[in-house]
C-alpha cells in the first residue's frame, strides 16, 4: 500500500519558520517528481514546489514565484521523505499543504500530474 504521510504543519507568527515532512512508503520515488501543493478555504489548490528527477541522482527543482526565495524543497531518496522548509512565512501561506508523486516525465505544477498524495497538513501563519 502506497502511501505518503505529512507532519510539521501547526501555528506559527508571521516572519517565523516551519519545517514540514513528507514520509513515504509503500513504493520507491526516487525517480518521480515530489512536490509540495496548498489549499486554502474556498481557493485551488496551487503549486508549491517541486523535486524533479533529472538523472545521476540530482533533481531539478522549480517554485511558485510566491515562495520563491522563502521556501526550500529537499528529498532524502535513502529516508524516503521530503521536506519543506518555509522561512519569513506570511499569512497569505495559511493552507492545507499536501505532498504528491508524479511519475516520471510530467512537469511537476499540475496537481492532475500526480497519482499519489498525502492526507495534507495544516499550516497557519497569524498573530
Known amino acids: 500500500q502506497v502511501r505518503l504521510v505529512e507532519s510539521g504543519g501547526g501555528l506559527v507568527q508571521p516572519g517565523g519558520s516551519l519545517r514540514l515532512s513528507c514520509a513515504t512508503s509503500?513504493?520507491?520515488?526516487?525517480?518521480?517528481?515530489m512536490g509540495w501543493f496548498r489549499q486554502a478555504p474556498g481557493k485551488e489548490r496551487e503549486f508549491v514546489a517541486v523535486a524533479i528527477w533529472s538523472g545521476a541522482w540530482t533533481y531539478y527543482v522549480d517554485y511558485a514565484e510566491s515562495v520563491k526565495g522563502r521556501f526550500l524543497i529537499s528529498r532524502d531518496n535513502a529516508k524516503s521523505t521530503i521536506s519543506l522548509q518555509m522561512n519569513s512565512l506570511k499569512p497569505e501561506d495559511t493552507a492545507v499543504y499536501y505532498c504528491a508523486a508524479a511519475p516520471p516525465g510530467r512537469s511537476g505544477r499540475d496537481f492532475h500530474e500526480y497519482d499519489y498524495w498525502g492526507q495534507g497538513t495544516q499550516v497557519t501563519v497569524s498573530s
Open positions: 509503500g513504493r520507491t520515488f526516487s525517480s518521480y517528481a
